[in-house]
């Protein structure tokens, strides 16, 4: 079995300096779920095709979602069928497609006393919810189940649910995941590059300037369309189409409490006391999420966003619903992160929560770009995106397979006997790369670091061949154990310190310039605030 590496950075600029190499089909910027999605489709169709992302793969809203695959009920609610249709059709394909890194959970919605919706009314939406998606998991529950699924819940203002069946992932690996079968079929990607301008010939772009980051040499790269992909940061590449459009940045934060004291077995929907908000509670790599909030956020996007003391305050007390006899306090918060959504807007005030989460294209010659959705629909999204780029290309090359991701042929049980459970998790986060992953490490790597599920072997790949370039590319996207352990998993830095040196050769000066660079990073974007 052929393993896909990560593109050699160092190689591939060294090419792309050489004018021979310069010249692309397709370059993609933006290196989150929406550009990985169009390189993956692109290719695809027999385009050479190249992304840059600016920081790290997944560095923007695509490490820093809810994580959570999902038709969208909002929308269903707001009457629009068709986009609940397709992200559930999503949803439904990346379940079956990428099993183990899409995992179906189960989602409990209580029905609070004078509250909207009635029990009727909640009764057709999760109808419909699952009739669009072709399933039917949904039923109402009484209060008594509620309480045995959620032991400590106050269910005194509440009356009844429903439970239904929505999806997580881990939003990195599958932007990760995405990269890895576009590379497989010929794509390139370049992390730490950014498109600094574009390159015009009249109306028309025909390519950009990249700047590496990391040594802050530029060059021109020529590109029969260039597609911008850069979620919140869409309207700075200075193309013209976006001129005069409007993408307000919006703020959702989260928190992670230990699942020993704050266990949650099904995701669950609750209504903030204090404004009527819903906000989800929910397992994930076995600890309990409390998210989100959605706030404008006016500050400067080159500095990642972070949770405010008042956000953290506002998710602890939605979770003292769930665990009014043990509230949780700051002092049980494992970590935080907050992401920022490209909020499309027509420049006009209202609530944001109402904001349209639909993604949008806009085309000019030579460039297509493309902004808002949602992680579920990132396939959706890069039909449409190339679909608009057809008039700018040569025609595509003809393919059978549509699946986004390629069937890894084995079980779990194969690649390891001893836990399939956690082969089978290999298989969703790696793919066809899990078993060679398993083989390039020696067997004492496979136990799992600090509770997690993450072993040393992953990181050891991650080294290897994931474009790894800076300690928090590792902890916190090509693996998550920086938000799974507390302190950003300052006290396992020591395990993984030999093999970044044996695997990258960092010296000892550098292996400290990473971690201080690290625990910055941690201490300013992913730790609890402050005060409250
Ligand atoms: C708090 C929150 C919760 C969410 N929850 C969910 C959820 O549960 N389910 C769901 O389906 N969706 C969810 N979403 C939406 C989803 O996360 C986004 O729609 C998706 O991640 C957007 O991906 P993207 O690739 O367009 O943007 P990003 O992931 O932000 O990627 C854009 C990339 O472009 C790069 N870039 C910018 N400028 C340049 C440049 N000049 N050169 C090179 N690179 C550049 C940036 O560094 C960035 O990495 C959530 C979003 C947020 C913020």
């Known amino acids: 079995m052929n393993s896909v590496m990560f593109t050699d950075r160092n190689q591939l600029w060294q090419e792309l300096k050489s004018s021979a190499e310069n010249r692309w089909d397709v370059i993609v910027v933006g290196g989150g779920i929406t550009g990985a999605g169009i390189l993956r489709e692109s290719v695809r169709r027999g385009y050479r095709t190249l992304l840059i992302e600016q920081r790290d793969f997944a560095w923007g809203s695509s490490s820093r979602s809810s994580k959570m695959v999902h038709g969208g009920l909002r929308y269903l609610a707001a009457g629009k069928v068709a986009l609940t249709r397709h992200a559930l059709h999503e949803r439904e394909n990346l379940i079956a497609e990428a099993p183990r890194l899409v995992e179906r959970l189960g989602y409990y919605f209580p029905l609070y006393l004078k509250r909207f919706p009635p029990r009727f009314m909640a009764g057709i939406l999760f109808w419909l919810y699952d009739r669009l998606a072709g399933i039917r998991n949904h039923r109402q529950v009484s209060n008594q189940e509620l309480k045995q699924v959620f032991t400590r819940m106050d269910t005194s203002n509440i009356n009844g649910a429903f439970y239904y069946t929505d999806a997580v992932t881990d939003d990195a690996r599958l932007t990760l995941r995405v990269m890895q079968e576009s590379i497989k079929q010929g794509g390139h990607v370049r992390n730490y590059t950014r498109a600094t301008s574009l390159l015009n010939a009249g109306e028309r772009v025909q390519g950009l300037t990249a700047e590496d980051l990391e040594t802050g040499e530029s060059i021109e790269l020529q590109a029969r369309v260039v597609i911008n992909a850069t979620g919140a940061w869409a309207d700075r590449l200075g193309n013209a189409a976006l001129a005069g459009m409007k993408i307000r940045p919006q703020r959702g934060s989260h928190l992670i409490l230990g699942a020993d004291r704050f266990p949650v077995p099904h995701a669950i929907f609750l209504l903030h006391p204090e404004d009527g908000r819903r906000l989800f509670i929910y397992p994930w790599e076995g600890l309990t999420i409390v998210g989100t909030t959605d706030i404008y956020h006016p500050e400067d996007l080159d500095i990642a966003a972070s949770m405010t003391p008042d956000e953290l305050r506002y998710l602890l007390t939605a979770a003292r619903q769930l665990f009014p006899e043990n509230p949780p306090t700051r002092d049980d918060v494992i970590s935080t992160w907050s992401g920022v959504r490209p909020i499309i807007t027509s420049g006009k005030s209202g609530d944001p929560s109402k904001a349209s989460r639909e993604h949008q294209v806009w085309v000019e010659p030579g460039m297509v770009s493309c902004s808002g959705g949602k992680l579920t629909t990132f396939h959706h999204m890069a039909l ?149």
């Not at 004492?444 to 990181?459: F, H, K, P």
């Open 384 to 532: 449409d995106v190339l679909s608009k780029a057809e008039p700018f290309l040569p025609p595509a090359a003809p393919f059978s397979s549509k699946r986004i991701f390629s069937d890894p042929a084995v079980e779990g049980s194969e690649i390891m006997p001893e836990d399939p459970d956690r082969g089978e998790r290999l298989l969703g986060r790696y793919g066809e790369n899990a078993a060679a992953l398993l083989a390039s490490a020696p067997a004492s790597e496979r136990a799992t670091i600090a509770g997690t599920l993450t072993c040393l072997a992953q990181v050891r790949w991650a080294l290897l061949h994931e474009a790894v370039l800076h300690l928090d590319d590792l902890m916190l996207r090509r693996t998550r154990l920086g938000i799974l352990i507390k302190n950003g998993g300052a006290g396992i830095l020591d395990q993984i310190k030999p093999l970044c040196r044996e695997v990258l050769g960092w010296t000892e000066e550098k292996w400290d310039f990473e971690v201080q660079r690290y625990l910055q990073i941690i201490d300013r974007y992913y730790m609890v605030p402050a005060a409250i």
